[in-house]
């Protein structure tokens, strides 16, 4: 008797545990979606619900005229909600065909890791756990790459 509850319990522990990751993993996706949406929409109270206010976002952008990337752009919190404003107020530069890809590297307890494909290129972002909440607190882009490899396991 005593084994069948032993075996009971951690057969609810391991099933709430899976539920709580697969939850996790949720929200980690709907925060990058929130990111991606903030400009998409030029919706900023996406921002204030998913970016960090002490937010580091650098990147790249890629000028057809010289050929090249920019130099290392840095964007604090209050930049990226001034560019959503303004960014797609007209709905001009996406499509519902606009690319909209979430993948999450790794979901832990406090920090989490994802990669966002938009329209404007590639995102790397870092999250963290504040308050129950997962916020962005780091960002790399680039234009959409010109090429690209990784690794595989």
Request: net charge positive.
């Amino acid at each position: 008797m005593k084994r069948t509850f032993t075996l009971l319990s951690l057969l609810v522990v391991a099933s709430l545990s899976a539920q709580n990751a697969e939850t996790e993993i949720t929200n980690v996706k709907e925060a990058c979606l929130d990111y991606i949406n903030t400009f998409y929409k030029a919706d900023t109270t996406l921002a204030y619900r998913s970016v960090h206010k002490s937010v580091r976002k650098t990147g790249f952008y890629f000028k057809d005229d010289d050929m090249a990337y920019s130099k290392q752009l840095e964007m604090p919190f209050d930049k990226l909600v001034d560019l959503a404003k303004r960014w797609n107020a007209d709905g001009s530069r996406t499509t519902k065909n606009s690319p909209k890809e979430v993948v999450i590297f790794e979901v832990s307890d406090k920090t989490a890791s994802a990669k966002v494909t938009a329209v404007w290129g590639i995102d790397y972002l870092s999250l963290m756990k504040e308050n129950g909440k997962w916020m962005i607190v780091n960002v790399l882009w680039q234009s959409p790459p010109k090429f690209s490899v990784s690794e595989t396991k």
